[in-house]
């Protein structure tokens, strides 16, 4: 089961004249002739409190200062990416088969996106102004695709805006398709816009990390763009640590230290997972790997696929095979947020 299903967070709806991100409070930042003072630190701190004291375990941020995140404990679990690609080469390059596209969000359509993203291990439940909030701020135009007499099976929706010069811009904010044919008739419906737009770009997190765009054009042609990752801090670890999905069919007890950032040493944990539960506790027994706060928040998202890249990424062992039963507790699902906050 994903992190999202086990773990919600509130949210406090929009006010009325909410039209951008500073309007909803989303940004923050410190006077030029005030920086130097740690302002920034105090006021993740105080922000942290009342989240923690409302029971909040996990913390999840978007920033351009990643440095200034790390060093108060945020890790980016994955890379993300915004592409763009020639419509020409979608059109050349993907075919719809007998899948009918009609116009407008339904409740089929979200419920999709709710199942689809449950395959996932990062979406979150959204509140129920999110949706209209989104598609009214940034005018999403909204895409449903489905074989004649079946449920909807793809949800695809972008904005479009005037080029200056001539045709027009588009960006796609959503992609969910429940198979590859899905996918690919979605991505021809995007060629077809190729005597308007000569570019589609893929909004930052948008596409889904699968290979259906990459490994089905004809020429290999797009630009990726890095962009400001998401970045998730653990909060609290017992709580965060029960309320996580876990393997059904895993039953593992791993000993690990974890880096106690308050009083600059490591604190030896039980790590416990049976029958699609998990629990650590306090333990007086040596760790076999040892975790830093943020290698802890990359591990807990999903993002170290194998032992291989978690060693490399700096993770300390003194069992191979403690690190690799670790690392395969988590990656059942992989991490993907396509969702802006």
Request: aromatic share 8%.
């Amino acid at each position: 089961m994903p992190l999202a299903d086990r773990i919600s967070r509130q949210q406090a709806p929009p006010r009325p004249d909410a039209g951008s991100d500073e309007a909803r409070g989303g940004d923050g930042c410190v006077a030029p002739e005030e920086r130097g003072e740690h302002l920034a630190t105090t006021m993740a701190i105080e922000r942290l409190r009342p989240l923690i004291e409302r029971g909040a375990v996990i913390s999840t941020i978007t920033t351009s200062s990643t440095g200034y995140a790390r060093r108060l404990g945020w890790e980016a679990p994955v890379d993300v990416f915004a592409w763009t690609v020639s419509t020409d080469d979608l059109k050349q390059s993907f075919i719809s088969e007998d899948f009918e596209i009609e116009h407008g969000l339904t409740d089929e359509a979200e419920a999709l996106q709710r199942d689809l993203a449950r395959q996932w291990n990062g979406p979150v439940h959204r509140p129920t102004w999110w949706t209209k909030w989104k598609q009214d701020k940034s005018t999403l135009t909204t895409y449903r695709f489905a074989r004649p007499g079946h449920p909807t099976a793809g949800l695809l929706t972008l904005a479009t805006k005037r080029h200056e010069r001539h045709g027009m811009s588009l960006v796609v904010h959503d992609f969910w398709a429940a198979s590859q044919p899905t996918a690919a008739a979605m991505l021809a419906l995007l060629g077809r816009h190729n005597t308007r737009a000569r570019t589609i770009t893929f909004r930052r997190g948008a596409l889904p990390p699968y290979h259906t765009l990459l490994q089905g054009l004809r020429h290999h042609r797009t630009t990726a763009e890095a962009w400001h990752p998401w970045m998730l801090r653990i909060l609290d670890i017992p709580d965060a640590i029960r309320l996580r999905g876990w393997p059904n069919d895993l039953t593992a007890t791993v000993p690990i230290e974890i880096e106690n950032t308050t009083h600059d040493g490591w604190d030896r944990w039980m790590l416990h997972i049976k029958d699609g539960s998990a629990d650590i506790t306090p333990t007086t027994i040596h760790g076999q790997v040892t975790l830093t706060q943020r290698q802890l928040a990359v591990w807990y998202a999903g993002g170290y696929r194998t032992a291989t890249s978690a060693r490399l990424a700096g993770l300390q062992s003194l069992s191979e095979k403690a690190l690799t039963t670790l690392i395969s507790s988590t990656t059942a699902l992989e991490p993907w947020l396509p969702d802006q906050f």
